[in-house]
T-cell receptor, first 119, second 116 residues
Framework: GAVVSQHPSRVICKSGTSVKIECRSL??????MFWYRQFPKQSLMLMAT?????????EQGVEKDKFLINHASLTLSTLTVTSAHPEDSSFYIC???????????????FGPGTRLLVL | AQTVTQSQPEMSVQEAETVTLSCTYD???????LFWYKQPPSRQMILVIR??????QNATENRFSVNFQKAAKSFSLKISDSQLGDTAMYFC?????????????FGQGTTLQVKP
């Protein structure tokens, strides 16, 4: 149980284009999902918290208009990198917390990540 | 604000031996959860073990166990009988129990190399 998928796993795009990354909870409902960015051999950096049916909460320094987050259902959150530039190249990871018996669990389950390369 | 510190950027261990990864944290909270996550070369984050702060008993999952010292704010991970598949980056993480803000606070990570 508690499987999170991400699509695509890898994407290469031209500078100036937009890229959408999907994060799905496959076997549980996730009212709260998280988006992270990770550079090689570094820790995960939280970008934003995605809440189903409401606006995402962004961490300080993260451009809201650059990284659009939509959490339209209990199992799907999307991250759109708008007008991507080479400096946006990175590894993006989503995670989700599960509701079990009416309680939001503390454990976060992670997707496999998306490697974005902007040329 | 909570912080998590992993002071060992890199470690290595011989296959079948035991290794301990250290983690310290700082918080004024009394109730919280601590985690160890493993990130192998595939980069998939995998939950290794979880500890609830109000439980004094150290968590154990097969070859993985923790030494949780609440007063010292220390949360080390012991890997027994190390296997080649344990080669990965290991992250210690903290989350408050109250408030449901859900933010995991990660340490810097420790890269573990298991040598044959």
């Amino acid at each position: 149980g508690a499987v999170v998928s991400q699509h695509p796993s890898r994407v290469i795009c031209k500078s100036g284009t937009s890229v959408k990354i999907e994060c799905r909870s496959l076997d549980f409902q996730a009212t709260t999902m998280f988006w992270y960015r990770q550079f090689p051999k570094q820790s995960l950096m939280l970008m934003a918290t995605s809440n189903e049916g409401s606006k995402a909460t962004y961490e300080q320094g993260v451009e809201k208009d650059k990284f659009l987050i939509n959490h339209a259902s209990l199992t799907l959150s999307t991250l759109t990198v708008t007008s991507a530039h080479p400096e946006d190249s990175s590894f993006y990871i989503c995670s989700a917390r599960a509701w079990v018996q009416g309680m939001l669990q503390e454990t976060q389950y992670f997707g496999p990540g998306t490697r974005l390369l902007v040329l | 604000a909570q912080t998590v510190t992993q002071s060992q950027p890199e470690m290595s261990v011989q296959e079948a031996e035991t290794v301990t990864l250290s983690c310290t944290y700082d918080t004024s909270e009394n109730n919280y959860y601590l985690f160890w996550y493993k990130q192998p070369p595939s980069r998939q984050m995998i939950l290794v073990i979880r500890q609830e702060a109000y439980k004094q008993q150290n968590a154990t999952e097969n070859r993985f166990s923790v030494n949780f010292q609440k007063a010292a704010k220390s949360f080390s991970l012991k890997i027994s009988d190390s296997q080649l598949g344990d080669t990965a980056m290991y992250f210690c993480a903290f989350i408050r129990a109250a408030g449901n803000t859900g933010k995991l606070i990660f340490g810097q990570g420790t890269t573990l190399q298991v040598k044959p």
